[in-house]
Structures are given as structure tokens and as C-alpha cells.
């Protein structure tokens, strides 16, 4: 400096400068403390507000761990429950397929044990069927038989009547009626019958012929008596069976 009063000049300007500089660093301290309370109040808020989540957090985190426990116990005892009904149906299947397989081997001895039955009725049943149809042409052949020792009697009976118009002719011609009669029988009678019989000679004793005559029909009676006590029961209706 040349004189004091440019030093003076120079320090008032630089005193001035750090003054405006002063004033403009406070300014900015200002706005920066101005700036530095809204963001605490700010952050406080935030803080607040963080702490009062995670306040309900904590307490919905507390409040799901209550129910996860409460959700594991009924787990654990739904699980327990579980294997306790399926050993149960572990043990009703075992019980009811051992009935089954009873079941079945019972229903297979009954059907065949039917079945044997049925073959034995049905054995039997033919059986009975061959001795009714036995019994039947048995039948049939007792009443052919009867129907011709009925012819065979007729027939004597007419050869009686012959033989006594025959005996009555000695003392006059016999009646035409009776003859006719005795002819027309002696035609219609059986096959086996339709030859005359040697005993009815015209020639022969008439006592003789008479005895014999009487001989045959008491023999022929004795024969139809012997049949129709055979007959008799075949005529009856045969029992029923059951099938």
C-alpha cells in the first residue's frame, strides 16, 4: 500500500466482501437448517409411521404364529385321526373280503351241492319215468289181455248158448234170434278165437262138451279175477313228483 488510506480502502472492501460472504453463508445455513427441521420432521414422521407398521406387523406376525400353531395342532390330530379311521377300514376290508372268500366258497359248495341233488333227482326221475313207462305197457298189455279173456268169455258164453240150443234142437229147431245172436258173436270175436274148437265136434258126447265148456269158464274166470286185481292198481292216477 502506498499510503494507509488505500490499506484502509482495501480492508473496508474486504470486510465487506466477507460480510456479504457472511451474510450469504447464513442465508444458505439458514436454508439448510430450514431444509435439515423439514426433513427431521420429515424422517419423524417416517419414523413414526415405520414404527406404528411394524407395531401392527408384530402383531399380525404374532396373531399368524398363533394360527400356524393352532393350524399344525389340528394338522397333527387330523393326520392322527386319519390313521387311525384307515386302520379301522384296513381292518373292515380284511373283515369283509374273509367273508367274501367264506361267502364264495360256501356259495360254490351249495350250487354244487345243488347240483348233485338236481343230478340225483333228475337220475331218479328218470328212473321212476322207465318204471312207469314200464308199468304203462304193462298196463296196456293187461288190459289188452283182460279186453281178450273178456272176448274168450263172451265167446264160451256164446258156445254155451249154441250147445244148449244144440241140446234143446233133440227136442225142436232151436230159436233163429239165438242162432243169428250166437253167429254174429262168433264172427266179432277175437282173432285168435275165430277157429272152432275140436271139443265143439257135432259128433262128440253133448254131457261131455258141456263139462268142458263149464271148465274153461270157470278158469277163464279165475284168470280175469287174477287180472283185474293187477289192473286195478295201474288204473290209478300215478303219484306226482316234484321236480
Same mark, same amino acid.
Request: aromatic share 4%; hydrophobic share 30%.
Given at each position: 500500500?502506498?499510503?494507509?488510506?488505500?490499506?484502509?480502502?482495501?480492508?473496508?472492501?474486504?470486510?465487506?466482501?466477507? +460480510?456479504?460472504?457472511?451474510?450469504?453463508?447464513?442465508?444458505?445455513?439458514? +436454508?439448510?437448517?430450514?431444509?435439515?427441521?423439514?426433513?427431521?420432521?420429515?424422517?419423524?414422521?417416517? &419414523?413414526?409411521?415405520?414404527?406404528?407398521?411394524?407395531?401392527?406387523? *408384530?402383531?399380525?406376525?404374532?396373531?399368524?404364529?398363533?394360527?400356524?400353531?393352532?393350524?399344525?395342532?389340528?394338522?397333527?390330530?387330523?393326520?392322527?385321526?386319519?390313521?387311525?379311521?384307515?386302520?379301522?377300514?384296513? *381292518?373292515?376290508?380284511?373283515?369283509?373280503?374273509?367273508?367274501?372268500?367264506?361267502?364264495?366258497?360256501?356259495?360254490?359248495?351249495?350250487?354244487?351241492? %345243488?347240483?348233485?341233488?338236481?343230478?340225483?333227482?333228475?337220475?331218479?326221475?328218470?328212473? *321212476?319215468?322207465?318204471?312207469?313207462?314200464?308199468?304203462?305197457?304193462?298196463?296196456?298189455?293187461?288190459?289188452?289181455?283182460?279186453?281178450?279173456? !273178456?272176448?274168450?268169455?263172451?265167446?264160451?258164453?256164446? +258156445?254155451?248158448?249154441?250147445?244148449?240150443?244144440?241140446?234143446?234142437?233133440?227136442?225142436?229147431?232151436?230159436?233163429?234170434?239165438?242162432?243169428?245172436?250166437?253167429?254174429? %258173436?262168433?264172427?266179432?270175436?277175437?282173432?285168435? &278165437?275165430?277157429?272152432?274148437?275140436?271139443?265143439?265136434?257135432?259128433?262128440?258126447?253133448?254131457? !261131455?262138451?258141456?263139462?268142458?265148456?263149464?271148465?274153461?269158464?270157470?278158469?277163464?274166470?279165475?284168470? &280175469?279175477?287174477?287180472?283185474?286185481? &293187477?289192473?286195478?292198481?295201474?288204473?290209478?292216477?300215478?303219484?306226482?313228483?316234484?321236480?
Amino acid at each position: 500500500f502506498t499510503n494507509i488510506n488505500e490499506e484502509l480502502a482495501y480492508y473496508k472492501n474486504r470486510v465487506t466482501e466477507l +460480510e456479504e460472504t457472511l451474510n450469504q453463508t447464513q442465508a444458505e445455513l439458514d +436454508e439448510v437448517q430450514t431444509s435439515a427441521r423439514d426433513f427431521e420432521e420429515e424422517l419423524l414422521k417416517e &419414523l413414526e409411521q415405520s414404527e406404528k407398521i411394524h407395531k401392527e406387523l *408384530r402383531s399380525k406376525n404374532e396373531s399368524l404364529k398363533i394360527e400356524v400353531d393352532e393350524w399344525k395342532q389340528k394338522f397333527y390330530q387330523a393326520k392322527s385321526e386319519c390313521n387311525v379311521t384307515a386302520t379301522q377300514l384296513q *381292518r373292515e376290508i380284511d373283515t369283509l373280503q374273509s367273508l367274501k372268500d367264506k361267502f364264495i366258497i360256501k356259495t360254490r359248495e351249495a350250487a354244487k351241492s %345243488s347240483l348233485q341233488d338236481l343230478e340225483n333227482k333228475y337220475n331218479k326221475a328218470i328212473e *321212476r319215468n322207465a318204471i312207469l313207462e314200464n308199468e304203462l305197457e304193462g298196463k296196456n298189455q293187461l288190459i289188452v289181455q283182460v279186453q281178450r279173456l !273178456k272176448d274168450e268169455l263172451r265167446d264160451v258164453n256164446i +258156445e254155451l248158448a249154441i250147445m244148449k240150443n244144440k241140446e234143446d234142437g233133440e227136442y225142436g229147431p232151436p230159436p233163429t234170434s239165438t242162432v243169428a245172436a250166437a253167429r254174429k %258173436s262168433t264172427k266179432n270175436s277175437h282173432s285168435t &278165437l275165430g277157429k272152432p274148437d275140436a271139443s265143439l265136434d257135432p259128433n262128440s258126447n253133448p254131457v !261131455k262138451m258141456v263139462q268142458e265148456m263149464v271148465g274153461r269158464v270157470k278158469s277163464l274166470e279165475a284168470r &280175469l279175477v287174477s287180472c283185474r286185481s &293187477l289192473v286195478t292198481p295201474l288204473l290209478a292216477p300215478p303219484p306226482s313228483y316234484s321236480s
